[in-house]
């Protein structure tokens, strides 16, 4: 989704510009001492941190590469807040503020408030009352705040803002469930997460995400190993947000409660990383039991499927956070410009296209994903068959409709040859021109128009063969000497079906003068 970019010093920010509706991340490499006190010791590149933190928590899955998101369905809202030798508190503040869809001076209104904030950030201070008072204002929105303990390996409470009140931190743990030597401990962590443990610069151990393969500004996408409580931060994070779609109406106390009551025991390890709930937190969390704790099951509602007409709007839709309506619609030969329309309401639905399969949240054919309810999918040409439409909602919604349409087959009427055939002289074998029908059903009052190119068509007879091999006589060594049978025959072929070949058929009866079929068509009224 569309974010914002909150750091005010350009040189931070890298772009160019202060704070500004650009949110990508223009890289944060440094040159040796460039951001004073010798820091850093030596060139380092971008480190493309928040695209790693993103990916943890929300990159997509199910589509055979990377990896895959703890909430791989949510949506990322991108808010910039940190550039090249940090940032300012000011800065993170009014990013927390906006991100939860809180007024911010000079900054236009965010229209896509988030419901989870990950802040994988910090230092060693204290919690100043600019970020009590944020958090606070975030937590009244409905909103909770995820926080990383930090990495100096030292007790949390002297960490910012994790030693502030109303956030949930995190801190990490490696791949055994010990506590990761770097993580921040004590009774101020609330839960731990898998954070990663690299030693001898061996990525193994480390959490893997989605990464950037530039060194100083954004080039191609790639994968990469990280650790920190940086990287233990949203596996929480993307867990809160799969409770929130479970319940919409949780409060930040609710979401705290249902990661900490249902968390995992730390395991037993060697005596240097054992983790307790007086240094690690409630346990290891773990998404499944949170989720069912909050709805129950870990499977959304599913209902019956209905069944759409062309053209017919359902109205006064509602349905549930993950709740799930199924639709289908049979789309004839010959249909064109299908499209699926979703709109009005609020809320937020998503709409799910599939082909011959019931769709799903794993499998479809096409998904616009937009926010609020107004979503179309649009098929220029599709198939013969049944069309499943799904609406999921990503949170609850109500008052919104669904309507399908396309254009009706065209049956053709009008059929023609325009080849031309040679009559034979005075010879029974004539000539035929075939006409192939596409059409199907009676053939009721049809018009036949012929061409007939002849010097003398007192010569000529002429005949019209429908499929089923009935025939009707349209001239007969009639007309003299005159040149050329140009006539069109009006007449009820009655319940003759029309699907077929037609075959005009013309003889020439005498010697001397020739001629040629140059064209003939025929139209069915009916």
């Known amino acids: 989704m569309p974010g914002y970019d909150f750091i005010s010093d350009s040189w931070a920010a890298n772009d160019g510009s202060g704070r500004d509706s650009d949110a990508s991340d223009a890289g944060d490499a440094l040159s040796a001492g460039q951001c004073g006190n010798g820091y850093p010791q030596q060139d380092q590149g971008s480190s493309w941190h928040g695209t790693h933190v993103a990916g943890t928590i929300a990159a997509s899955s ?31 503040s009014d990013g927390m503020r906006w991100a939860a869809g809180l007024s911010v001076s000079g900054i236009p209104n965010n229209p896509n408030p988030a419901k989870v904030l990950n802040l994988s950030l910090g230092g060693t201070a204290s919690c100043t009352r600019t970020y009590q008072d944020t958090i606070n204002a975030v937590r009244a929105t409905g909103a909770s705040i995820i926080v990383a303990a930090g990495n100096e390996s030292q007790n949390a409470s002297l960490s910012t803002p994790a030693n502030c009140e109303g956030v949930v931190v995190v801190g990490a743990t490696d791949r055994n469930g010990g506590q990761a030597y770097y993580s921040n401990f004590g009774t101020t962590v609330d839960i731990s997460a898998p954070g990663g443990e690299m030693f001898s610069n061996s990525s193994l151990n480390a959490v893997l995400s989605t990464h950037n393969t530039g060194s100083t500004s954004p080039q191609s996408d790639n994968y990469a190993y990280l650790q920190g409580t940086s990287m233990a931060t949203p596996h929480v994070a993307g867990a809160a947000s799969l409770l929130y779609a479970i319940n919409a109406e949780l409060t930040p106390d609710d979401v705290l409660n249902a990661l900490t ?30 989720l069912i704790a909050v709805g129950g099951s870990t499977e959304p509602p599913v209902t019956a499927i209905s069944t759409l007409e062309n053209g017919v709007i359902v109205n006064d839709i509602s349905g549930g956070t993950a709740q799930e309506l199924h639709y289908t619609i049979n789309v004839p030969e010959g249909a064109t410009n299908l499209a699926f329309t979703l709109a009005g309401g609020s809320g937020d639905a998503d709409l799910y296209v599939r082909f011959a399969s019931k769709a799903s949240e794993n499998e479809w054919d096409q998904r616009p994903y937009k926010n609020g309810n107004s ?61 192939n029908v596409t059409r199907s059903g009676d053939s009721g009052k049809i018009t036949v128009s012929v061409d007939i190119r002849h010097s003398y068509i007192g010569d000529l007879k002429v005949k019209l063969y429908t499929p089923s091999g009935a025939s009707a006589t349209l001239s007969a060594n009639t007309g003299g000497s005159a040149d050329n049978l140009i006539k069109t025959y009006s007449f009820n072929a009655g319940t003759l079906n029309s699907l077929g070949e037609w075959r005009l058929e013309a003889t020439d009866n005498a010697r001397r003068d020739t001629g040629y079929i140059n064209n003939w068509n025929i139209t069915f009224e009916n």
């Open 62 to 92: 199910n589509n055979g590469f990377g990896v895959a998101g703890v909430a791989w369905n949510s949506k990322i809202l991108p808010v910039r807040v940190l550039g090249r030798c940090g940032g300012y508190t000011s800065d993170i």
């Open 375 to 435: 979503e179309i999918v649009s098929i220029a040409e599709p198939k013969v068959g049944t069309y499943y439409l799904m609406l999921r909602g990503y949170q609850v919604f109500a008052g919104t409709s669904i309507v399908a349409t396309f254009d009706e087959p065209v049956e053709l009427n009008f059929f023609e040859n325009v080849r031309q055939f040679a009559i034979p002289d005075n010879s029974p074998a004539g000539a035929t021109s075939p006409i």
């Open 261 to 290: 009551s249902t968390a995992r025991s730390f395991p037993a390890t060697n005596s240097n990383d054992q983790c307790n709930t007086s240094k690690c937190g409630a346990g290891i969390v773990d998404v499944k039991a949170a």
